[in-house]
């Protein structure tokens, strides 16, 4: 078994490179994109809502398709929608359509559900004690993707011109590449599946699926599963203050008139302080308890809010509230994630990773709405100021179910 799960997180980790490729690639330009061909500012902050929306609304078919056929249904499911929302996005720049695009980008969405997922699929074969830590080895393994996809923005755009594609359709047909290989990767290599395996030696059968069947089956095992739930809350927290801040920034640096440059910088070091770092958090989780461990999220999560409020126009105070605000978010997610998993059956488990990824996601999209709104008119500050009492009052309600288990 152990031989198994070391070819699975190896399997796991080469589709979160590639994929979180295309992931990163289609981030770094869709905002530009439907910019210039709506001329609205306005209609270009619907691009990063569309992909956030896009991850919500394929969870549940993700896991769907994960608890009837396994993880490699599900991730397959979420890599397909991903490579065809990029060849809609080709096809709508060609077109000059930025209808047309925010719905390609809205299927684009299921690579950042696939990877969430594959978070998940780690956990499958793991030994409860180390749980934590393999799902963080799998998280880690996007940094390279999320670092490197940015960066092949430029040439790849220029290889389409090359090609006869539109401007900045290259792009997006590189990150259709990435997803198709990262569909190569899962299907050919993801065998046996860990998650049928994992039944297997539980003696436990697949449940009977359907849309209603799925969310009713995680509602209940919620409503009886008090660890799970509370889990489940501080991801939703983590992810919404991360993104609420985290989108933002780029604007209050920009209008404090700092360059490109400078905003890249900020942003790269906020993606390493999420990812990183996460494998440390998750031997942290399995040696000290993983509701210690959001504690300490909830902790850097406020810490970040009360630098990014009170930081005015300093680069270096909103560089560092950045950090911990990823490393906040990464506390959140690798040991709330680890914590859902371990408090629930694993006949139950896709059922609620998947309504776990979908909150997740409607959270981070309603909080870049929010956010946006509260710094048009009450300034980045306030801002911080909210993200921060969110989390404060999170972290005490955690902080009291920690002390009420010791």
């Not at 500012?41 to 078919?61: C, E, K, N, Q, Y």
């Not at 390493?272 to 902790?299: C, F, I, N, Q, T």
């Not at 950045?322 to 629930?344: D, H, N, P």
Request: with cysteine; proline share 4%; charged share 10%.
């Amino acid at each position: 078994m152990r031989k198994v799960q070391r070819r699975t997180l190896m399997v796991l980790s080469a589709a979160q490179i590639v994929g979180g490729v295309g992931v990163a690639v289609g981030l770094a330009l869709s905002s530009v994109v439907v910019d210039e061909l709506s001329g609205s500012t306005v209609i270009s902050g619907f691009a990063g809502t569309a992909t956030v929306l896009g991850a919500a609304l394929l969870a549940l078919p993700t896991a769907r398709a994960s608890a009837s056929g396994g993880r490699r249904a599900g991730l397959s499911l979420a890599y397909v929608a991903a490579l065809t929302g990029c060849a809609i996005s080709v096809l709508a720049i060609s077109l000059g359509s930025w209808p047309l695009l925010l719905g390609g980008l809205v299927l684009v969405g299921g690579g950042s559900a696939g990877g969430l997922a594959a978070r998940y699929s780690a956990t499958d074969l793991a030994p409860k004690e180390r749980s934590a830590r393999h799902l963080s080895l799998v998280v880690w393994a996007t940094t390279i993707g999320s670092v490197a996809g940015p960066n092949l923005a430029e040439p790849t755009d220029r290889i389409g011109m090359e090609l006869g594609m539109a401007e900045k359709a290259g792009p997006f047909a590189f990150a259709a590449l990435a997803f198709a290989l990262a569909l190569v990767v899962v299907v050919g290599f993801l065998r046996p599946d860990p998650l049928k395996l994992a039944r297997e030696a539980d003696g436990a059968r697949a449940p009977e699926q359907g849309r209603t069947r799925t969310i009713r089956s995680a509602w209940q095992t919620l409503r009886t599963t008090p660890m799970a739930r509370r889990a489940l809350v501080m991801i939703a927290v983590s992810h919404t203050a991360m993104v609420s801040i985290m989108s933002m920034t780029p604007v209050k640096l920009h209008h404090d008139g700092s360059n490109l440059d400078v905003i890249g910088i900020v942003i790269s070091l906020h993606i390493a302080g999420m990812y990183v770092m996460s494998p440390v958090v998750g031997w942290l989780a399995d040696k000290a308890g993983k509701l210690p461990v959001l504690v300490l999220g909830s902790a850097l999560l406020l810490s970040a809010s009360a630098l990014a409020g009170t930081a005015g126009h300093r680069v270096g105070q909103v560089t560092a509230a950045l950090i911990l605000l990823g490393l906040g978010w990464s506390c959140g997610l690798v040991a709330g994630s680890a914590l859902v998993t371990e408090s629930v059956p694993i006949e139950r488990r896709p059922a609620v990773q998947g309504l776990s990824d979908l909150l997740m996601n409607v959270c981070g999209a309603t909080g870049t709405i929010i956010a946006g709104a509260i710094v048009g008119l009450l300034g980045y500050g306030v801002l911080g100021l909210v993200v921060g009492v969110m989390v404060a009052l999170c972290g005490l309600w955690l902080t009291a179910i920690w002390r009420r288990t010791l």
